[in-house]
Nanobody
Framework: QVQLVESGGGLVQPGGSLRLSCAAS????????MGWYRQCPGKPRELVAS???????NYADSVKGRFTISRNNAKRTGYLPMNSLKPDDTAVYYC?????????WGQGTQVTVSS
């Protein structure tokens, strides 16, 4: 079965960095577009960054210049290095793989930015 496992979250001070990873199994990773989403309590899930199967990237305005999405198809893993973190970046971060009507989600990883 398809499984996505996020890792790399944690507690970091404002201005710090984290690197999220999303490891996929049971899926032909290279055929899927990948996205990183985040959700705060009481708010809808929002797209943070995405990368197509062909490597085209897109970012939310709030993270441009600070976050960089990438993927390693051979390792079936996606990445989201996050720099200059702000308290507003605090959320549960989820990775998503999508191709046509097929969409898969990981379980999420908590990122907390606080002094």
């Amino acid at each position: 079965q398809v499984q996505l496992v996020e890792s790399g979250g944690g507690l970091v001070q404002p201005g710090g960095s984290l690197r999220l990873s999303c490891a996929a199994s049971g899926i032909i990773f290279s055929l899927y577009d990948m996205g990183w989403y985040r959700q705060c309590p009481g708010k809808p899930r929002e797209l943070v960054a995405s990368i197509t199967s062909g490597g085209s990237t897109n970012y939310a305005d709030s993270v441009k210049g600070r976050f960089t999405i990438s993927r390693n198809n051979a390792k079936r893993t996606g990445y989201l290095p996050m720099n200059s973190l702000k308290p507003d970046d605090t959320a549960v971060y989820y990775c998503n793989l999508k191709s046509g009507e097929r969409s898969y989600w990981g379980q999420g990883t908590q990122v907390t930015v606080s002094s």
